[in-house]
């Protein structure tokens, strides 16, 4: 008998894979970074959309030229020279001054590595001054564009929230929805339900 086929396994990303190896206390350091970052923009009127772009387009760079993010990182190399090299690197693109400023206190304090957890910290911390929360949605079958709206209408309303939802399948659930937000799930896949029944029906036994 022929045995189902598995599907390929979805490679990790370098950059979430230097996550999930984060010290203890990178994240609550790039926390106040982050932070700070928001409240100068704020305060500044400069635009964080434009900044939150800026720092994942650098977070890319590092993750594409290996070489620039050993130099960057290296306490061996002058601080000075490591600010240059920013400031050379970003003059094309003209950030912001707020994300250049950003960029060089890293740099000068050997912390360009805590750029990956900065920008999600930024991310996060930018969604929620706009009131918006993300979410996960997973679906047995693709949702239509009216399906996508009615559900993220219907979350928003019932958490006083602008919804951004990411959407995938998963066939193992076989039907119905299974939505997380944050840490909470909300399911009401037919698997579940299924599941549940079941234990309901042996305790009855």
């Keep these: 008998m022929t045995g189902r086929r598995r599907s390929p396994e979805k490679q990790e990303s370098p950059q979430s894979a230097q ?23 704020l305060d ?10 800026e720092l994942e387009g650098f977070e890319k760079l590092l993750e594409r030229e290996s070489a620039l993010e050993g130099f960057l ?24 001054p707020e994300t250049l400023n950003l960029l060089r206190l890293l740099a000068r304090n050997e912390r360009v590595s805590l750029v990956p957890f900065v920008a999600e910290a930024f991310r ?7 009131k918006i929360q993300p979410g996960e949605v997973v679906t047995a079958q ?6 996508k709206k009615r559900l993220a209408g219907q ?9 951004e939802l990411s959407y995938r399948t998963d066939p193992q659930i076989l039907g119905g929805v299974v939505v997380r937000v944050g840490n909470r799930v909300f399911d009401a896949s037919v698997t579940t339900q299924l ?8 305790s009855r036994l």
């Design 142 to 147: 693709p949702l239509s564009s009216d399906q």
């Design 19 to 41: 996550k999930k190896r984060a010290k203890p206390g990178t994240r609550v350091v790039a926390e106040r970074y982050a932070r700070a970052l928001l409240e100068v923009a």
């Design 44 to 53: 500044k009127k400069a635009d964080p959309d434009r900044i939150l772009k």
């Design 73 to 96: 990182t290296s306490s061996t190399i002058p601080a000075d020279k490591r600010v240059s090299l920013i400031e050379a690197v970003v003059a094309a693109a003209k950030f912001a």
């Design 124 to 130: 996060r911390r930018l969604l929620e001054h706009k």
């Design 155 to 163: 979350l928003g309303q019932a958490m006083g929230k602008t919804m």
């Design 195 to 202: 599941q549940r029944f079941k234990e309901k029906a042996l």
